[in-house]
């Protein structure tokens, strides 16, 4: 991304997309109050955080019989069909890690096989996107917890937590690439959830080899071990080699550090995501829901003067259901430089025709002037 001078004007930002992440697949009944186990309770969470102000939805599926995460496709289809009837408008975006919870002590923390989760991508009726990640990462979401982060949930058992501590996303290019072409052939956009710079890199050339044309949504991940931690300065960098022209760019952390996270990405123009899945603390110490949480961007953005996104605009700028034809059609609508030509020496730009672009044309400033 990159900054001018008026660029952390709120009123020069996009809307704010607030996600809402309120299925916590690593909590178990009873650990959160706000926990939807069955049915209609999944399904009025939905409802809740969108009339809260949220505009997308990150979605994991609870088998009700066991209160546990449902690895079952009926369920995700007869979830994702019961949501499009509930939240028409919202932004649909399944997890795609499916369900990885270890909940005894002897079970271990992992994603499910390749062919597994590429059945997300033939979920009817289809989402809108499907989280994915770019290079195997270790994924453990309690390396940066706190003493008492986990005080009164099962988490707080060490046992528990050492089963997590060992969760590796496996994600080769045999999967992401494969995932990449059936998530295209069935219309549904990729989410991609980069933990390292080098995972930007790893989206980038699969950009320039044409194996993925199209925008680029993008949410950046600090859990900490394995992934980002807390160091702002790590934001920054992320947010500095992101793609220029990438449609949205969402920051998520974990517990109370995701209040300051979800801060930072408020004042960066980037955009928030909150629920139990990430925190389940507020800055006090003290219990909150995820439509708190909701309420909590909301008026935060309020008072900073950014506007909230509508569910239709934040469909607009995420460029729902947008494809690119070229290599080079993709590239250009990132804002990347192109491909190197043969022979082309020297650092790479677009040509230029001589003639002045139009946004160039309307400016009268000083500088402009001069």
């Known amino acids: ?10 009123e020069n930002m996009q809307p704010l997309i607030i996600t809402a992440a309120p299925y916590g697949p690593e909590w178990l009944p009873g650990d959160v109050e706000d926990l939807p186990l069955t049915w209609d309770q999944q399904i009025q969470a939905a409802v809740d955080c969108y009339n809260a102000g949220a505009t997308m939805l990150h979605v994991h599926v609870r088998d009700p019989k066991t209160g546990q995460g449902s690895s079952n496709f009926d369920d995700y289809n007869r979830f994702m069909a019961d949501l499009r009837a509930a939240v028409p408008k919202m932004i649909l975006q399944v997890g795609g890690s499916i369900s990885f919870a270890p909940h005894t002590e002897d079970a271990k923390a992992k994603w499910l096989d390749y062919d597994t989760r590429h059945m997300l991508t033939e979920i009817t009726p289809k989402p809108d996107c499907v989280t994915i990640t770019t290079g195997t990462t270790l994924w ?9 982060d986990t ?61 993925y044309k199209g925008p680029v949504n993008i949410a950046l991940c600090g859990y900490g071990g ?9 934001w920054m960098e992320m947010l500095r080699r992101t793609p ?10 974990s517990m109370r550090g995701n209040i300051a996270i979800q801060n930072l990405a408020l004042i960066l123009g980037a955009h928030v995501r909150v629920g139990n899945e990430d925190n389940i603390w507020d800055a ?17 953005s309020e008072q900073f003067g950014r506007k909230v996104a509508t569910a ?24 990347l430089p192109p491909n190197r030509p043969e022979g082309y020496k020297g650092f790479l730009a677009y040509e230029p025709d001589g003639r002045l672009p139009k946004i160039a044309g309307t400016r009268t400033t000083p500088m402009s002037i001069l």
């Open 226 to 234: 394995g992934t980002m931690g807390r160091n702002p300065y790590d």
């Open 151 to 211: 005080r009164g949930t099962h988490l707080d058992d060490p046992k528990v937590q050492a089963a997590w501590a060992g969760m590796v996303v496996d994600s080769t290019p045999a999967f992401y690439i494969e995932h990449l072409k059936r998530l295209h052939a069935n219309g549904i956009q990729p989410y991609f959830v980069p933990a390292h710079v080098h995972q930007l890199e790893i989206i980038e050339r699969l950009i320039r080899s044409g194996a």
């Open 284 to 300: 006090r110490g003290k219990r909150w829901s995820t439509v708190k949480q909701i309420e909590w961007a909301v008026k935060m």
């Open 312 to 335: 239709e605009e934040a469909r607009k700028m995420m460029k729902i259901g947008v494809w690119y034809d070229t290599v080079e059609e993709t590239l250009f609508n990132l804002g």
């Open 140 to 148: 453990d979401i309690t390396q940066a917890f706190l003493p008492g």
């Open 244 to 253: 220029h022209g990438a449609s949205s760019v969402t920051f998520w952390s």
């Open 1 to 10: 991304m990159y900054f001018t001078d008026d660029s952390l004007f709120p």
